[in-house]
């Protein structure tokens, strides 16, 4: 969950660049990405970066021989009802005061909608087993499905040749619905596509969308380890002896969640972030527009404070009343948490439009506001779950090693002659992809800051919307030649992407994409 900003203060870091200015020599290139992003952050929809057509050509007298991915979950809905009750328990008030524009009388319409489309988010739809927050929506199923057409348009002969080989595609979750869903809706494309490779997935639990197939741990479909690492814990975790990467990982793990909840330096970061003097003003910005000034001057006040509690009841297709409780927790006591609430209903929306057909949460969401709220969330997962601060010591990456480790494993398979599959594909969440990403050093963005240094768009590059939207991906292709050679080459949501500049001299050439893997394993020091 987000970390929204604090009722008590006024800011974010887009204003301390001024005090950073003797780091600026050091300062990553910032992507200019403003004309064309609406600002969603880690939860814009996902669209592939590159079209085939345009990819570099395989070198000759190579063929591919495997390819394997780990990609998080597609679009999705509210976690929960939290920021969409709140913000409707706002808006009754508001309303029982005639302290409401022209504007504002049409958001209760439009947070009703946003409430009734998360609870009944899946309803109906083969693959998703349990309808409600926090499921896919029909763009994230599509963004799968998406995905894994255009894997079989790049390796047509791979899955041809992987057809006629028994368990030639290993498919893993983390366990999480949301995941396994995505895994389901992806094998089912290919499945689709052709028709044969039913029979070549592995576990079986994942060849049908029927809610009763439940991969497991047992199975060999889930893979909290690789896949979840970032919340290994006691009572699931270690129910059997752990391997010793496993223990390793779990270890990482436990440090990570410390790091999470009690580092005094990443405490006082985050504090440092929601300290600035934009917040009131880019909170005015989105909330006059809606509300009359003298409501919102009440924000904070004794009974101007709002929160998730009570319910909301919707009428399901087949005629059922369904109800989601809110529990409280989620509370607004100040104008800019209403403004942040609004851009949380804004960011998610971008995903949601199958859902939400004839509603937009755009005309709530000034460009300049959303990037404001992108900006501070960005910050925030930077330092939570990206390269962070350098005095952390990589400890929101080290993590990811069991993953790194096998995506190498998986292509040592293959060198000799040991691995029986032709594709292994993985599916995770942002706290997965984004770790990898660090630990890989990728696209120039994963660097982390010096503590005395606060991330803002202008002296960092990392941005969620590039780095994890919905559906992030990072794969593998796998090439060999009639002398055994063999070469990898790197998508990052399905753009050719380098690996971290020191390994240059693995490249096959100075502008290719196509590295030894025999020089990037030894670059990357693995085992």
């Known amino acids: 969950m987000k970390i929204l900003f604090k009722s008590s203060v006024l800011c974010l870091s887009i204003l301390l660049t001024a005090c950073n200015s003797d780091d600026s020599q050091n300062s990553q290139k910032t992507p200019d990405t403003d004309s064309s992003s609406k600002f969603y952050q880690t939860k814009t929809p996902y669209q592939p970066q590159q079209e085939i057509k345009t990819y570099e050509q395989i070198p000759e007298g190579y063929q591919a021989v495997f390819t394997e991915l780990v990609a998080r979950h597609g679009s999705r809905g509210l976690s929960s009802i939290k920021y969409d009750l ?7 008030q508001a309303k029982a005061e005639n302290a409401l524009t022209p504007l504002g009388e049409q958001l209760g319409a439009d947070i009703e909608a946003m409430m009734k489309a998360n609870i009944l988010l899946g309803y109906g739809i083969d693959g998703i087993r349990q309808f409600g927050y926090g499921n896919e929506t029909m763009v994230g199923i599509q963004e799968h499905r998406g995905i894994a057409d255009r894997l ?13 080989q028994p368990a030639s595609i290993l498919v893993q979750s983390s366990g999480v619905d949301r995941a396994i869903d995505s895994a389901k809706f992806f094998t089912n494309e290919l499945i689709q596509q052709q028709p044969e490779l039913k029979n070549q997935i592995t576990p079986l639990s994942y060849t049908s969308l ?27 975790d270690l129910t059997q002896p752990l391997s010793v990467q496993q223990q390793a990982i779990y270890d990482a793990s436990q440090a990570y969640q410390q790091f999470e909840e009690e580092d005094a330096d990443l405490a006082n ?7 600035n003097t934009r917040a009131e003003q880019v909170a005015m910005r989105v909330l006059t527009p809606i509300f009359k000034p003298e409501f919102i001057k009440k924000l904070g006040t004794s009974g101007y404070t709002f929160s998730n509690t009570g319910s909301y009841t919707v009428t399901a297709p087949s005629g059922e009343t369904v109800t989601e409780n809110g529990k409280g927790k989620n509370k607004i006591a100040s104008a800019v948490d209403a403004a942040a609430y609004i851009y949380e209903l804004y960011s998610i929306s971008g995903g949601m439009q199958s859902e939400l057909k004839d509603v937009s949460f755009d005309k709530y969401m000034p460009t300049d506001a959303a990037k404001f709220y992108a900006e501070f969330n960005d910050a925030d997962d930077f330092y939570s779950k990206g390269p962070s601060f350098t005095e952390s010591n990589g400890v929101t990456s080290v993590m990811a090693q069991g993953l790194k480790q096998d995506f190498f494993s998986q292509v040592d398979a293959v060198i000799e002659r040991k691995q029986s599959h032709r594709a292994v594909l993985r599916f995770a969440h942002a706290e997965i992809v984004i770790p990898l990403a660090t630990s890989l050093e990728l696209n120039n963005m994963m660097q982390p800051l010096p503590l005395r240094q606060t991330y803002s768009y202008d002296n960092s590059a990392w941005r969620g919307e590039m780095v994890s939207p919905m559906a992030a991906n990072l794969q593998w292709d796998i090439y060999q030649n009639a002398q055994g050679n063999t070469l990898v ?36 020091q693995m085992q």
């Open 86 to 92: 709140a913000l409707y328990n706002l808006w009754k």
């Open 152 to 164: 079989l348009q790049r390796l047509p002969t791979l899955f041809k040749t992987a057809a006629a």
């Open 210 to 236: 029927a809610s009763s197939s439940v991969p497991t741990i047992e199975d060999g479909g889930v893979d909290r380890f690789k896949l979840y690492f970032h919340s290994l814990n006691q009572e699931q």
């Open 269 to 275: 970061k985050l504090d440092e972030l929601a300290e």
């Open 489 to 524: 080459k790197m998508f990052y949501n399905e753009k050719e992407t380098s690996f971290k500049p020191s390994c240059d001299y693995a490249r096959t050439n100075s502008n290719s994409f196509y590295y030894d893997y025999l020089k990037l394993k030894q670059c990357y």
